[in-house]
């Protein structure tokens, strides 16, 4: 198992094999709860195969320690620019997903020289009206009724109407979630690193930073997304001058409703400039 120890934390990481050796390096950062014991993950998928891949569970997450907390953005971008230069890379691509697109903000704005292009998807800049929907609120729930709640933010198609008419619908989904982790352990630490990632994301606000982010950056989004609504990356596209909005059907998981998503994607990071 790859261990980065960067500071006070040892992180888990990957690196694929991509059929072209000399592709160009990106950086994948997760969502909340991001675990690559979680399968399929984007290890599996065509970045994989097209791009020097590097993923990682973040601080307090999946295989990486769990340091007592409390977690601030600032330290989740450090972790992330600590690893880079760990497995020798002085910048990279960089790909975050909701939490993840958090994190990359925070990166590109502390670490600059660490970035060249920036994928943002279904995610926001905090601040005043442009925050993703408060999970701090839900930490409560449990289980399948956290799922289905959960169900309903994530894609605004999908609510507790569409739900009660389509339960095999919803059984089978829940099926699928509860067998990808069927075999993950859940520990005091787990939960409580679980926990810190959230309430360090209450604390995200770039709002009047974004103007600092340099890099190409392609924003990304679904029109149905109740937890980063599509205002939010509009805001995002008017904070970062050199951006790129782009909407597809779908909500929270567009990248895996909508196939035209990651073939954008793809076409943004290895486009010369």
């Not at 934390?9 to 994948?28: G, T, V």
């Not at 569409?162 to 067998?179: G, H, I, S």
Request: include cysteine; aromatic fraction near 8%; charge should be negative.
């Amino acid at each position: 198992m790859p261990l980065a120890v960067t500071g006070d934390l040892q992180i888990h990481y990957e690196l694929s094999a991509p059929d072209n050796p000399s592709a160009p390096r990106l950086l994948f950062i997760n969502g909340t709860g991001g675990d690559l014991r979680v399968k399929p993950n984007v290890l599996d998928g065509p970045l994989a195969r097209n791009f020097n891949l590097l993923a990682y569970d973040q601080r307090g997450l999946g295989q990486t320690e769990v340091p007592e907390g409390p977690y601030t953005m600032a330290e989740y971008a450090d972790d992330a620019a600590a690893l880079l230069g760990h497995v020798g890379w002085d910048a990279a691509h960089v790909y975050g997903v909701s939490f993840g697109g958090m994190v990359a903000q925070h990166l590109a704005i502390r670490h600059p020289e660490r970035v060249e292009k920036l994928v943002l998807a279904c995610t926001s800049c905090g601040g005043e009206g442009k925050a993703s929907y408060p999970l701090h609120d839900i930490h409560h729930l449990e289980g399948r009724q956290r799922f289905e709640f959960m169900m309903g933010i994530s894609d605004t198609r999908s609510g507790s109407d569409w739900q009660k008419d389509n339960p095999a619908r919803v059984d089978k989904m829940w099926e699928f979630v509860v067998d990808q982790r069927k075999d993950i352990p859940v520990t005091q630490a787990s939960t409580r690193g679980a926990f810190l990632q959230i309430e360090a994301r209450k604390d995200h606000d770039t709002s009047e930073s974004l103007g600092e982010i340099r890099s190409p950056t392609f924003i990304c989004g679904g029109k149905y997304d109740g937890l980063a609504p599509p205002s939010n990356l509009e805001g995002l596209h008017a904070g970062i001058s050199d951006s790129t909005l782009k909407f597809y059907e779908g909500g929270h998981l567009f990248m895996i409703q909508d196939k035209d998503a990651i073939v954008d994607v793809q076409a943004f990071l290895a486009k010369s400039e």
